[in-house]
């Protein structure tokens, strides 16, 4: 046992410096989720929620530990129920106390005795969107299979076309779903070893470049920050957002060495996961106008071509599905358009103004108002090309507007503005603004995750 304990740290102390926070930073907080889900699924065994929708009054129910699911309308004889879970088989009602199977929606104790509530218009899936995917049998994984993991696994299994808007979804995460697919024998838990993969690798990648650009300490506080993100746990789910990071920090690493074939690759590799990627051919043309020479290089505009490829590739995979026209100019199943970028702030701005936001709304907006301070006040403390790659990042989240929800989301894809974590980790530099920061994000993360885990949107 000690021979084994000192080859093991034998091996750690070898290991480079950015490996070692990457592996440390992902075990840790893998084993935060994890106890965190334990709790949730012991406290919480039964998702309950009583609220309106198109009109009726519903009572939506999810049993966390086998993802049994019912929707039932809460109203009887004119009275309109509100309910609360008992244990994972039963629910009270709060007006008459009468006790309730969950399974059957049937009063078996109270003044409601023998009543059953009617199911309601609203259809189960249009509350839990498994999208034809079959729910995960383990509870400790089948948490994480929400929302769009299950779009990605629904077109690794069937393809493209199995469900109206799946077209929304570029097509390099669910064809690497796919690959696995045959060695795992479940496109979710291919998706979540796609993820966990990814994440382990962007958290080294995310250090060597905050190491690039100043002190360790600022590296690394930087990269704790971005792994302690309130929606950091995205990462640990069947998400493209992992996958995406990995492809754009190797572009920029074959970038600064001159790589072109390379970065042009990668960059191709960025937009077939996530549109989002085409944010990188700035940075790339950047590199032209600050080196002349590189017009002469064959292997730059190789690269650039390849690069350029990515977009036209998707769009005619897009205009197989879409005929009414392959560029989403409007998006009528979204409720969404494109608009100018100042727009879609001044919409969010007027949804709080007008006391009808939720509080992801004002979180959205928070994030967004944040994250343009961070551009800002980082601008002369992170290399060019990098506050390039966030500027047009966010252009590209504030040209959409959705019509349900202002920025929509913006509190996830702030992920992929990885530079202005570097910038977050030199304002942490303050002990009074690091203990805000931290405690803020672990705080947020624990809410954020708890709601994801049991069909809240907090995206």
């Known amino acids: ?264 690759l990668w960059v191709f590799c960025a937009i077939l996961t996530r549109l989002q990627g085409v944010a990188l051919f700035v940075p790339m043309l950047y590199w032209a106008w600050k080196d002349r020479s590189l017009l002469r290089r064959l292997s730059y505009w190789f690269g650039l071509l390849v690069a350029g490829c990515s977009g036209f590739f998707y769009l005619y995979l897009r205009s197989l599905q879409v005929p009414s026209g392959a560029i989403p100019l409007t998006e009528a199943e979204w409720h969404a358009r494109l608009v100018l970028p100042w727009e879609t702030y001044w919409y969010a701005v007027k949804t709080l103004a007008s006391g009808n936001a939720t509080f992801i709304d004002a979180l959205n907006w928070g994030v967004m108002t944040l994250f343009i301070v961070l551009l800002v006040w980082g601008w002369k403390r992170i290399p060019i090309e990098y506050n390039l790659y966030t500027a047009v990042s966010m252009l590209i989240i504030l040209v959409r507007i959705v019509e349900t929800q202002p920025l929509i989301s913006a509190s996830r894809y702030s992920l992929l503005l990885f530079p202005s974590f570097y910038a977050l980790g030199l304002a942490g530099e303050n002990p009074w603004r690091r203990r805000v920061i931290v405690y803020g994000s672990v705080l947020l993360n624990l809410y954020l995750s708890g709601q994801f885990f049991i069909w809240g949107w907090v995206a």
Request: charged residues 15%; glycine residues 4%.
């Open 1 to 264: 046992m000690a021979h084994f304990k000192n080859n093991v740290v034998h091996y750690w102390e070898r290991l480079d410096k950015s490996w070692q926070f990457a592996i440390s930073a992902f075990l840790i907080a893998r084993l935060f989720y994890l106890i965190w889900l334990w709790i949730i699924l012991t406290m919480q065994p039964v998702a309950l929620q009583n609220f309106e929708l198109s009109g009726e009054p519903i009572l939506s129910i999810f049993k966390l530990e086998d993802s049994e699911a019912h929707i039932y309308l809460r109203q009887l004889n004119g009275q309109i129920l509100t309910f609360q879970s008992v244990d994972s088989q039963h629910m009270i009602d709060q007006q008459t106390g009468s006790v309730w199977e969950i399974a059957s929606g049937t009063s078996i104790r109270g003044p409601y005795q023998g009543n059953i509530l009617l199911p309601a218009k609203t259809k189960v899936s249009s509350i839990f969107p498994y999208f034809g995917a079959k729910p995960f049998s383990s509870p400790l994984l089948a948490l994480w299979q929400r929302f769009d993991a299950n779009w990605y696994i629904s077109i690794a299994e069937r393809r493209y076309g199995s469900i109206p808007g799946d077209d929304h979804f570029p097509p390099l995460y669910p064809l690497l779903i796919r690959i696995l697919l045959p060695a795992v024998k479940n496109a979710f838990l291919a998706g979540l070893l796609i993820s966990h993969l990814a994440t382990l690798i962007a958290l080294k990648l995310l250090y060597d470049v905050f190491s690039q650009w100043g002190e360790k300490s600022s590296a690394r506080q930087g990269a704790i920050f971005f792994a302690i993100y309130p929606t950091f746990f995205f990462f640990f789910s069947a998400y493209s957002e992992p996958v995406f990071l990995v492809f754009t920090l190797l572009a920029f690493q074959a970038m600064h060495k001159r790589q072109w074939t390379w970065a042009g």
